[in-house]
């Protein structure tokens, strides 16, 4: 589990740095693809050992398909405003 989140970020990373510029995936919606693709990997990560090894697989592959389909740095920021929306959500419900 500690050994997967890692590999499965740094597959997307090498997947956005690699990516060819151009026109497709980019906009608002690969933005919000990205925000959900953060929000998995973040909640996975979160529930750890209970449900997030269940949670896990189905973010990993949210994340390797948006990271191929849209592999821009801009639309990516995507990803910290899914990171922070799990974080906000975890700190004002607790």
Do not use: Q
Not at 25 to 45: E, I, N, P
Not at 59 to 88: C, D, K, Q, Y
């Amino acid at each position: 589990m500690i050994l997967l989140f890692p590999l499965v970020l740094i597959a997307a990373a090498v997947l956005v740095l690699r990516g060819k510029d151009s026109s497709r995936g980019r906009g608002l919606r690969w933005l919000a693809a990205w925000s959900v693709a953060g929000a998995a990997m973040t909640f996975s990560f979160l529930t750890g050992f209970s449900i997030g090894l269940l949670v896990l697989p189905f973010a990993a592959t949210i994340l390797v398909v948006v990271a191929r389909r849209s592999p821009h740095p801009r639309e990516a920021l995507g990803f910290l405003a899914g990171i922070a929306a799990v974080v906000l959500t975890v700190v004002f419900a607790v």
